[in-house]
DNA sequence: CCAAAAGTGTTGACCGTACACCCATGA
DNA sequence: TCATGGGTGTACGGTCAACACTTTTGG
């Protein structure tokens, strides 16, 4: 029997209990001008219409709480095969005035270059700093702090900076990078000694001339490395 | 307005939209004979009867998920004010055979001194070693892994330890929850030195001679004294 | 008096942090 | 030649981990 045949086939076990209106809203976090900015969009219908919210949708009967993550990204930024995280689940009764709505938060984390800025401006979109996108709708604000807070814990512990950047990258730039994330500024020799220490990244032997006259040499996230390493019990610190 | 008011006057603005049945399940900690264990119940009804499974049950239309969550873990051992944090939203389509539910998942950690356990099994619910509670339904493992990670997590920097343990608890006693948490033996010396260091347990005249026959010092966890440490930046971390 | 658990300090290794100067180059 | 950002090494202090013996007392 294939998976849709089952589905067909499935009886109705739950009818005394009740449905309620699944929503996704998703906190996509983009590195520009050496800031750590968001994508927010003006809400076209009611309620709350007129207002800044996040890029949400609702769920489908038909796909998944990742699937529809993914699509509503997708539908914005034309991007596929983006760090995606599930973050945590809103199901207060009345965080929508409209009607229930619970609504399943996600981050993502984009190379803003990868994207085509008019198609995002098109839908409505625009990127928003940090700490400067207060007054957004419902619960929305909490989202983001929420969103802030994990993207900081996991930045400390797993590879997912680079995720921010293009895939080749200079050093100061990915210490920039930390830097908007944590709003504070690291010694730039410690960054640099404990981040080649890891032996994550392959130096490459081209210069990135645009933000200096000596220039500053470009990595590569060696992913490969990076796994091969995991397994034998290391541990992603910076 | 009052807020049942407010919500008999809502409008319809979704209908477009499908709603899905929501549910919560709970992965209760407890800490009995020196082991970490989580209730489960025997399912009584389709799908997936006699199969075990965590402790859970649907979201109502007119609850909040906390509020479900914490109605859930009412029910089954009668305790209010019990530490519970959401854990991880499941969404796949057919992770239940059923009909398509999606579940948010919560954790609980309760002194299980504190508990009527004839009250306990009267709803069906047992306790298992954690590690020894694998074949459960659905994807109620993976619910079972996420947690015990959380609780790894959260138990090295937030003093939520406690809440497993009696009031009034002994070092040794502490230790050996520790122990069961993460699978490993810590040095005694060392963990008495840190845990002391940080200042927040309160010394009892008391001595535990359940089991020793010098007996041990009873402690309480001092939270006015955590909360003020918090404020000035302290950071809980064992 | 002895078994069994509670309680106590020191040292060396490692890691995090602070800190200042030279290099390369385009304009 | 000079202004600008890129790149480099060392020393100190604090934290973590390893380690063994004494104390208490009920049976």
């Keep these: 029997m294939t998976t849709d045949q089952k589905r067909q086939t499935r009886k109705k076990y739950y009818t005394q209990f009740a449905k309620i209106y699944v929503a996704v809203d998703c906190i996509i976090f983009g590195f520009l001008d050496n800031t750590l900015k968001i994508l927010l969009r003006t809400r076209d219908f009611e309620p709350g219409l007129g207002k ?20 509503i990204l997708h539908d914005l930024t034309g991007l596929e095969n983006v760090f995606l995280e599930q973050l945590y689940t809103h199901g207060e009764i009345d965080r929508d005035p409209g009607e229930r709505v619970i609504s399943v938060s996600y981050y993502a984390l ?52 680079f995720e921010l950047l293009p895939r080749k990258f200079t050093i100061p730039q990915l210490q920039m990078l930390y830097e908007a994330i944590y709003q504070k500024k690291f010694d730039n020799r410690n960054f640099r ?30 992913k490969k490395r990076y796994n091969k390493l995991i397994q034998n019990g290391f541990l992603f610190d910076l």
């Design 110 to 161: 984009l190379k803003v270059q990868d994207l085509d800025h008019d198609h995002v401006e098109q839908h409505g979109a625009r990127w928003c700093n940090v700490g400067e996108c207060n007054r957004l709708i419902f619960d929305h604000n909490e989202m983001v702090e929420k969103a802030l807070a994990r993207l900081r814990r996991r930045a400390k512990n797993q590879p997912i900076g």
């Design 193 to 222: 000694k404990k981040l080649l220490a890891m032996d994550v990244l392959e130096k490459l032997e081209i210069k990135d001339k645009s933000t200096s006259k000596k220039g500053a040499y470009l990595y590569r996230f060696d």
């Design 52 to 71: 800044s919210s996040l890029i949400g949708g609702f769920v489908k009967e038909e796909e998944s709480l990742d699937d529809a993550a993914a699509r």
